[in-house]
């Protein structure tokens, strides 16, 4: 099935500090969503991403979306300690039933 | 309250001994999914369903199986679960991805430890 490989793995930041992480594919993509996890918890939806550039905001949370449509972003700037989880990129294929997670950029933010 | 339940939360067995996890949606949701969660590798999807009596496998099916016989429900059997089914298994519904890709709501999720 589809791939897509996310980083970084970790990323521990100072509160205050910004946040990236990044998702690619090999292959153009038809969507892409991103999910939030906190420590103990379940994956939460954050958004989702169609168009070629997309750019959304969520208060401090922006994600956009590659113009070849093969890789996506998501930036925190000024991070808080709410914002401690692991951040996921997810891709659809087979007609939207199928789905893969990437393998997660799990944040640490040091108040 | 929308919500994704399953059950149990926590589960430890020995090998061989057959089990299901339940998992229930309130929501109408006609798609639902089951999703194993270890360390360093997201999660992966185990197989999913359509709708009522609709199932496929997801990229990691070997060893489980699964049923859809009511809209709601959707559990997970493992027939002889092995050691290297231990892991956190999340169950996720959304309502209808025939259109664009839903927005899945999590279960709580099924931490298995299998001996």
């Known amino acids: 099935g589809q791939q897509v490989m996310q980083i970084p793995q970790y990323q521990h930041v100072q509160e205050g500090e910004d946040f990236t992480t990044y998702c690619n594919s090999s292959?153009?993509?038809?969507?892409i969503q991103w999910y939030k996890q906190r420590p103990g918890g379940h994956p939460v939806f954050l958004i989702q991403?169609?168009?070629?550039?997309e750019v959304k905001k969520q208060k401090r949370l922006t994600f956009q979306f590659g113009e070849a449509k093969k890789n996506s972003s998501l930036h925190i700037t000024a991070t808080q300690t709410t914002d401690v989880g692991t951040y996921f990129c997810?891709?659809?294929?087979?007609?939207?039933?199928?789905?893969?997670f990437g393998t997660g950029t799990k944040l640490q933010v040091i108040p | 309250e929308a919500q994704v339940t399953q059950n149990p939360r926590y589960l430890i067995t020995v090998t061989g001994k057959k089990l299901t996890v339940t998992c229930s949606q309130n929501?109408?949701?006609?798609?639902m999914s089951w999703y194993r969660q270890d360390p360093g590798l997201g999660l992966r999807q185990i197989y999913y369903?359509?709708?009522?009596?609709?199932?496929d496998k997801g990229d990691v099916p070997e060893g489980y199986k699964v049923s859809r016989k009511e809209k709601r429900n959707f559990p997970l059997i493992l027939e002889s679960p092995s050691p290297n089914q231990t892991s956190l298994y999340f169950c996720?519904?959304?309502?209808?991805?025939?259109?664009?890709?839903?927005?899945?709501?999590f279960g709580p999720g099924t931490r298995l430890t299998v001996l």
């Open positions: 996720a519904s959304s309502f209808h991805p025939q259109a664009l890709p839903d927005t899945q709501y």
């Open positions: 292959t153009t993509l038809s969507n």
């Open positions: 991403l169609v168009k070629s550039g």
């Open positions: 997810v891709i659809n294929s087979g007609g939207y039933q199928k789905v893969t």
């Open positions: 929501m109408n949701h006609e798609y």
């Open positions: 369903s359509m709708n009522v009596e609709v199932t």
